[in-house]
């Protein structure tokens, strides 16, 4: 049973644009909500992280959102940049579980110039 | 140093060769971890070693064989594989409750 569902698949933006990509959680224990950016040949590069007693966690062009309730999070890309382009994951960890990352599924982002 | 670093990059093997893939890192992280991807996938945990003592095995095939000689380094020994074995594996390493730092990883062919 997939514990953390990621949306779209794929992505499409304009350079200058906003990328959002979407993730819903259902093990409520999670208390670690990581995003991993990939390029080819590549492995995972840790972005940016919230814990769920945060809603929103900024740095730099990248936002987390996080809304506990709703058992959901996203990345939302500011200004996305050819050089953004890559395959994005969300991922969620709890300490009692061994710290074991559970990854969603990825969204393949393009940002076209 | 802020680096998972893993070796071989690449790697082919045959169904009866024996080989062993390398990870090393200097960060003082106490967690360590095995990750298999295949294309277009999300990378799948195999192996968490915490405090050089294996703490999680997600019903990997004995076929794979880890071990962590000591806090910095991880090895994966491969024996009698199969072509569907043929895939990225990633090593990364954690504070204990923190986030993944990941090497590059292998890119593994089994022929």
């Known amino acids: 049973q997939q514990q953390v569902k990621q949306s779209p698949q794929s992505l499409i933006v304009q350079k200058g644009g906003i990328s959002i990509i979407n993730c819903a959680y259902e093990n409520t224990a999670f208390d670690y909500f990581p995003w991993y950016q990939q390029f080819p040949g590549k492995g995972p590069a840790l972005l940016i992280a919230i814990r769920p007693d945060v809603s929103e966690k900024k740095e730099g062009r990248f936002t987390i959102s996080f809304n506990k309730s709703a058992k959901q999070f996203s990345l939302h890309i500011m200004d996305s940049q050819p050089g953004d382009s890559a395959t994005y994951f969300c991922a969620a960890s709890f300490k009692a579980a061994g710290n074991k990352l559970t990854f969603g599924g990825g969204t393949r982002v393009l940002v076209k110039p | 140093d802020t680096e998972v670093t893993q070796t071989p990059k690449h790697l082919v093997m045959g169904m009866t060769n024996k080989k062993s893939l390398k990870c090393e890192q200097h960060?003082?992280?106490?967690?360590m971890y095995w990750y298999k991807q295949k294309a277009k996938k999300p990378p799948e945990l195999m192996f968490v070693?915490?405090?050089?003592?294996?703490?999680i095995n997600e019903s990997v095939p004995s076929r794979f064989s880890p071990e962590c000689p000591n806090s910095s380094l991880l090895n994966l020994h491969l024996h009698a594989l199969q072509p569907e074995d043929s895939a990225l594996y990633l090593c990364?390493?954690?504070?204990?409750?923190?986030?993944?730092?990941f090497g590059s990883g292998t890119r593994l062919t089994v022929v």
């Open positions: 070693y915490s405090y050089e003592k294996l703490s």
């Open positions: 990364a390493s954690s504070h204990i409750g923190g986030g993944y730092t």
């Open positions: 960060m003082g992280h106490r967690a």
